[in-house]
């Protein structure tokens, strides 16, 4: 239990994949305009690498490593992310078509997302050798991604009242905004829990 | 050997995973289809696919289903046919409605590089908006056409071409969209009756003794276009001629008197159509294409 938690943890505070290892900041930037968009994505994205993570494992482990073929890791990770987000794009078609259309080409772009490769990669480099663990860091993982594409689009919508000076408008305003939350989440750096 | 093994055990994985993924969507999207209107296919497959953003709307796609949902007319697409319209009113259940006035764009210059000089030479972006910036463009004249082209980008027909350092329209091709009149930053770019005959090749609003000095074929308002017209169709409007298209009936008088050259035919040609006999006007067949109906017959044309 005291793994579990302190994988968590790691997972969304002091590792978070956006604002601690940089990836996924084009999703990040792109559908951080509204609080609700930003829900539906990191929704999207923690479904995706939750299920990438669970599939890739299984492939890497049982197959690429027994005949020696962990060097084509990337293409069959990317043939599954791939795979996964046409689903879930079918699925938000059919059940949510106004976030479908307010995550336009956010949604596809998914399979691009660097942070859903990020933690496949990451979970079939490290030496988990139960299941259970790599699924529950791709949850958390997703979870902390959620988490920061809230917090700043919270911030967003608020940079929209403000008085900024016209050069920092719009994108501009937003990295610094994006940088000062990074540096936030620094805070955690090095925390570790006693388990 | 052992390669080629190697190679058919990837192509076994490969092709397995592909497979069992491949099945997976299939079963998914049996799962999740979501019906789509059949009539807005329909009407997609009539409209043009140029996506230009005329109607007012964000493209093709979403203008269909504006149609078919009663918030827009079916003729707001300008280059559609009255057959094509009458179909897609058919589709929707819209009332049927009468093709819109057909219209082509028209560039108020022709200060091309032969007629007019520079003051400087730019060697900037490719991009109207930033040499507009520098004194209001290269040419001596701060009413020309600055000839890099915004509104070739604009195009989605391919109708507009930069030639001698003034954009030109294939009124052909031109479906009257009114993209390069959004684009043009001079607001050189007008719509006019397609089948208008003769415009006005200037917009200065300069005297004509300035306009004189910088540019050959600029409109100097000398008014002799106004005197001449039959029909009352031209005025002068800050110091150029402005053509009524209401009043106008494409004689060509005005084109053949100009002393700049400034009126000139639409229909392409250096100079203005002359016709030696009177304008005659004859009635066209029936068309649905309006009031401005008209023919003239040249007896030659140069």
């Known amino acids: ?195 | 050997m052992d390669l080629f093994i190697n190679i058919l055990i990837i192509i076994g994985i490969f092709g397995g995973l592909a497979l069992i993924f491949g099945c997976l969507l299939v079963i998914a999207s049996r799962f999740f289809a979501v019906k789509q209107d059949e009539r807005a296919e329909k009407i997609i497959a009539l409209l043009p696919g140029a996506n230009c953003g005329g109607c007012g709307y964000a493209g093709c796609a979403s203008y269909a289903e504006a149609v078919l949902s009663g918030e827009a007319k079916p003729n707001l697409c300008t280059s559609l046919s009255q057959e094509e319209i009458n179909a897609i009113a058919e589709i929707s259940g819209a009332e049927a409605s009468e093709k819109s006035l057909p219209t082509v764009a028209h560039i108020k210059c022709c200060g091309s590089n032969e007629c007019t000089s520079n003051k400087y030479n730019y060697g900037g972006i490719d991009d109207c908006r930033s040499l507009i910036r520098l004194g209001g463009g290269e040419k001596s004249c701060v009413y020309s056409c600055i000839g890099l082209g915004n509104c070739v980008k604009a195009c989605v027909f391919g109708a507009i071409s930069v030639k001698n350092g003034v954009a030109a329209v294939d009124t052909k091709r031109c479906k009257g969209c009114g993209s390069c009149v959004a684009a043009c930053p001079k607001s050189l770019i007008e719509l006019i009756p397609a089948t208008a005959r003769f415009s006005v090749y200037c917009s200065s609003k300069d005297k004509g003794k300035a306009v004189n000095a910088i540019c050959d074929n600029g409109c100097i308002a000398c008014g002799i276009c106004v005197k001449n017209c039959p029909n009352s169709a031209i005025t002068l409007k800050n110091n150029c001629a402005v053509i009524d298209y209401s009043l106008c009936d494409g004689c060509g008088i005005c084109a053949e008197k100009c002393p700049k050259g400034t009126i000139r035919s639409t229909k392409g040609g250096k100079k203005a159509v002359k016709s030696s006999a009177p304008a005659v006007k004859t009635e066209k067949p029936a068309s649905s294409t309006g009031t401005f109906s008209f023919d003239v017959k040249n007896t030659d044309k140069d």
């Open chain 1, 1 to 195: 239990m005291g793994t579990i938690i302190s994988i968590c943890f790691a997972a969304i505070l002091t590792e978070n994949f956006v604002l601690s290892k940089f990836m996924g900041i084009c999703a990040f930037l792109g559908v951080s305009k509204k609080t609700d968009t930003s829900i539906g994505m990191g929704m999207a994205v923690t479904f995706v690498m939750t299920i990438s993570t669970l599939v890739t494992w299984l492939i890497n482990r049982y197959i690429l490593v027994p005949f020696d073929f962990v060097y084509l890791r990337t293409i069959v990770f990317i043939l599954v992310i791939a795979c996964l987000v046409q689903l879930i794009e079918m699925f938000l078609r059919k059940c949510v078509p106004s976030l479908y259309k307010a995550l336009g080409i956010y949604l596809p772009l998914i399979t691009t997302n660097c942070a859903v490769l990020g933690v496949t990669i990451l979970m079939a480099d490290s030496d988990y050798t139960n299941i259970l663990y790599p699924v529950i860091y791709a949850f958390a993982a997703g979870l902390g991604f959620t988490l920061a594409i809230v917090l700043f689009s919270g911030i967003r919508e608020k940079l929209k009242f403000c008085d900024i000076p016209k050069p920092f408008r719009g994108f501009p305003i937003a990295l610094i905004a994006a940088a000062l939350l990074a540096m936030a989440f620094s805070g955690f750096q090095g925390l570790n829990l006693p388990f």
